[in-house]
């Protein structure tokens, strides 16, 4: 079975901390991704990977950066964690340029 | 820039009720088109997908999609729905084979009734 795994399902954060979310993938995809998953809003592109050490901005980067130093990891870096960040955060996959996902669990992340 | 609407944010339906939910794109070209499923508590999931061929498409636990394309439609179809069809549902579209070009819609809560 495919499995996109996400370190961690609840966070809770304070404002100003530093904030990692971490996600592994083990089907050898090049495309990763990570969105944010609000109430009536969707999904919404922050950040994409295409390659190792390679990047996009998404719809909503700000407040947000991203690592990918190895295909299987890709890691979500929030630098200052600010109210307006609490959220639902998923890590995806994607076989080839095909648009089929893999999405790992989510990580809820509260910012208080 | 492509985009992808889906009308209902809410629909409620008793069991055994016939669903269709409406999913409309933007884009002209060339696409591949998905319903994604995310039932409570759970991650999202593939539900069914349209890359060619026949545009009536079957997925898991008996939904299929019809991709009608003079009208920019992939609309998402289940003849009875039960209560385990509970979930939220989301159209998703990516064009020109690039992977930054996959657009996903609001979702669609389906609150299935016993």
């Known amino acids: 079975d495919v499995k996109v795994t996400q370190s961690s399902r609840y966070l809770v954060k304070r404002t100003g901390e530093k904030v990692f979310l971490e996600c592994v993938q083990d089907?050898?995809?090049?495309?990763m991704f990570w969105y944010r998953q609000d109430p009536g809003l969707g999904l919404r592109l922050i950040y994409f990977?295409?390659?190792?050490?390679?990047?996009e901005k998404g719809d909503i980067p700000e407040g947000y950066s991203v690592s990918r130093e190895k295909k299987e990891r890709f890691s979500l870096i929030l630098e200052s964690a600010s109210t307006n960040q609490t959220s639902m955060y998923l890590c995806?996959?994607?076989?080839?340029?095909?648009?089929?996902?893999?999405f790992g669990e989510g990580s809820r992340l509260t910012v208080l | 820039a492509q985009s992808v609407s889906q009308h209902n944010h809410h629909v409620i339906l008793s069991e055994a009720a016939s669903l269709e939910l409406g999913c409309n794109y933007s884009?002209?070209?060339?696409?591949?088109l998905f319903w994604y499923v995310q039932y409570p508590g759970q991650h999202l999931q593939l539900l069914l997908k349209?890359?060619?061929?026949?545009?009536l498409v079957k997925g898991i636990k008996g939904f299929e999609a019809e991709f009608i394309k003079s009208k920019f439609s992939f609309n998402l179809r289940k003849p009875s729905v039960q209560w385990s069809d509970t979930a939220e549902y989301f159209c998703?579209?990516?064009?020109?084979?690039?992977?930054?070009?996959?657009?996903f819609g609001s979702g669609t809560q389906l609150t299935v009734l016993p």
């Open positions: 998703a579209v990516i064009s020109s084979g690039s992977a930054r070009q996959l657009t």
């Open positions: 349209y890359f060619s061929g026949d545009p």
């Open positions: 089907m050898d995809h090049e495309n």
């Open positions: 884009y002209g070209g060339t696409v591949n």
């Open positions: 995806a996959s994607m076989a080839g340029n095909t648009g089929e996902l893999f």
């Open positions: 990977s295409y390659d190792v050490k390679m990047k």
